[in-house]
């Protein structure tokens, strides 16, 4: 955990972009830093988004963000934020950490905080 932590200290202003190569089944859209900001402003604040994101936004029900991946100096675990905006009235946060054995990333359980508006 401490080496974790240290990555953390070192890395958190780092920004990566993630390219779209997940596996997922519902249709989503990757926004930069700002488009999920005019996002949040749109969902929680009301304001009106740039016009070609306005449609998007009105037909999107959430947005998920991920934070970097922090990793323990032999990478064997990881650690990462994701956090879930949900509505007005809805969402959360929860660090993930992952182990990896025998070549696999396993998901374990470790700490959740939700957020309530």
């Known amino acids: 955990m ?4 240290a990555s953390y200290a070192l890395r958190k202003s780092h920004q990566a972009r993630l390219q779209p190569r997940f596996h997922i089944t519902r249709p ?3 926004l930069s830093e ?6 949040t ?4 604040r009301g304001k ?3 016009s070609r994101l306005s449609e998007l ?8 963000r991920l934070s970097q991946v922090f990793f323990s100096k032999d990478h064997t675990v990881a650690m990462v934020l994701v956090s879930n905006y949900c509505g007005g009235l809805c969402g959360g946060e929860k660090w993930r950490m ?10 374990k359980e470790w700490a959740r905080c939700t957020i309530i508006s």
């Open 48 to 50: 009106q988004p740039d």
């Open 57 to 64: 936004f009105r037909q999107t029900p959430d947005l998920i």
């Open 2 to 5: 401490d080496q974790i932590l």
């Open 41 to 44: 402003d749109f969902r929680f």
């Open 34 to 39: 700002a488009e999920a900001r005019q996002f």
């Open 28 to 30: 989503y859209k990757l």
């Open 98 to 107: 992952l182990v990896k054995r025998n070549g696999v990333w396993i998901d």
